[in-house]
Each structure stands twice: as C-alpha cells, then as structure tokens.
T-cell receptor, first 114, second 114 residues
Framework: DTAVSQTPKYLVTQMGNDKSIKCEQN?????MYWYKQDSKKFLKIMFS???????INETVPNRFSPKSPDKAHLNLHINSLELGDSAVYFC?????????????FGEGSRLTVL | AQSVTQLGSHVSVSEGALVLLRCNYS??????LFWYVQYPNQGLQLLLK??????LVKGINGFEAEFKKSETSFHLTKPSAHMSDAAEYFC????????????FGTGPSLTVIP
C-alpha cells in the first residue's frame, strides 16, 4: 500500500481551465501539506492542514484552494489555470506535535498548462 | 528567519569517489535537519535526519551527515559513489514546535560518472 498517494500523476490542460489534484495518506498522520516544485527543482510550501484545520497558507494566488474533508485527505483545486502554474505538485504528510516530524511525500502530480 | 543554503546546482563525481554535498542553515533556535533524495520522476524520500544527541548521523544507502553547530552546517557524505546515487539531494530545516514548517534548499543534482 502506498503511504501517500496522489492522483492524477500527470495533468495536461489549457489556460483558463479548472483542475483538481487529490491526495490521501494511510500513515495515520495528522498534518498534510501541498508543495510546489518549479522547473529549477525549488520546493515551496503552499498549504498545510492539521486535523482538517488550515495552519500554513503561504502567499499563493487565491485561484488555489485546498480542501481537507478529513485528516487523511487533502485536495488541491486550481481555478483559471495560467502558464506559470506548470510545475510538479507534491503532497506530503507528517505528525506534528512532540515529534521529529519528517515529511513523507507522494510521487508528485506534474501539471502542464498549455 | 530560517533558511537553507546549498551551493551549486550540479555536482559530478566519479563512480567510487567520495560524495560531499554541502548544506548550511540559518536558524534562531536549535533546528531539526534533514536530507532528502529525489530520484527522477519520484517524490522525495528521507535519507537521514538530525534532531538531538549524536551529531554524526547515519542514513540509508551508506550516506551520513554531521551536524556542526559552530559552522551551522549539515554536510552529506558517502565514501564511495554508486551509479544509483544519481539524483537530486535536498537539505531541509525545521524548528521544534513550529508545526513542522520546513525550509528546503535548492538541490543539487548529483551525477555519477562511470
């Protein structure tokens, strides 16, 4: 069983469209994240949820909206896609309080906006 | 503010040679430090971590890193490079009690020459 799974793995879409990426973790972790990795491999935190509550919300356009229906799932919806949104989006999870809290990553979702 | 500096976007070593990947961090409080590896088209996986205690940390695949507080460094080494070590290597820092806000360095990409 994959610990952190993301779908889809690849997304190719036109500018202006709306798309979603889903993430699920079966590790029993209480914190989940979305990271964006650009073409230079730089990893930037976008959002973090702890027990369905938003705890980190970096400077991200409000076209990006995370949703956490429960602590095992964190989805990312992107409206009105732009060329600059092309990147690999990684979901990750960890435990939070009182732990060393290393991140466990999914395999990534490569988004290409044409 | 916390940050991680990894100099150089590409490092090349010959097969069997020493691997040395440098990481310096900036932190106002004692940090937790991590090295992650990313193989092509995959997510990041943990190589090793330092939290407290022994400053020389051993990880998977023969890698190790040493936390040097006086130098604010956490360099990654491996005595003998294998072809399978070709990947991106990310150093990351997080602070105790911050809800696991991670700060990643920018690589580098390791090439192993036969």
């Amino acid at each position: 069983d994959t610990a952190v799974s993301q779908t889809p793995k690849y997304l190719v879409t036109q500018m202006g469209n709306d798309k979603s990426i889903k993430c699920e973790q079966n590790l029993g972790h209480d914190t989940m994240y979305w990271y964006k990795q650009d073409s230079k491999k730089f990893l930037k935190i976008m959002f973090s949820y702890n027990n369905k509550e938003l705890i980190i919300n970096e400077t991200v356009p409000n076209r990006f909206s995370p949703k956490s229906p429960d602590k095992a799932h964190l989805n990312l919806h992107i409206n009105s896609l732009e060329l600059g949104d092309s990147a690999v989006y990684f979901c990750a999870s960890s435990t939070r309080a009182g732990s060393t809290g290393e991140l466990f990553f999914g395999e990534g979702s490569r988004l290409t906006v044409l | 503010a916390q940050s991680v500096t990894q100099l150089g976007s590409h490092v090349s070593v010959s097969e069997g040679a020493l691997v040395l990947l440098r990481c310096n961090y900036s932190s106002s409080v004692p940090p937790y430090l991590f090295w992650y590896v990313q193989y092509p088209n995959q997510g990041l996986q943990l190589l090793l971590k330092y939290t407290t205690g022994a400053t020389l940390v051993k990880g998977i695949n023969g890698f190790e890193a040493e936390f040097k507080k006086s130098e604010t460094s956490f360099h990654l080494t491996k005595p003998s490079a294998h072809m399978s070590d070709a990947a991106e290597y990310f150093c990351a820092v997080t602070l105790r009690g911050t809800g696991n806000q991670f700060y990643f360095g920018t690589g580098p990409s390791l090439t192993v020459i036969p």
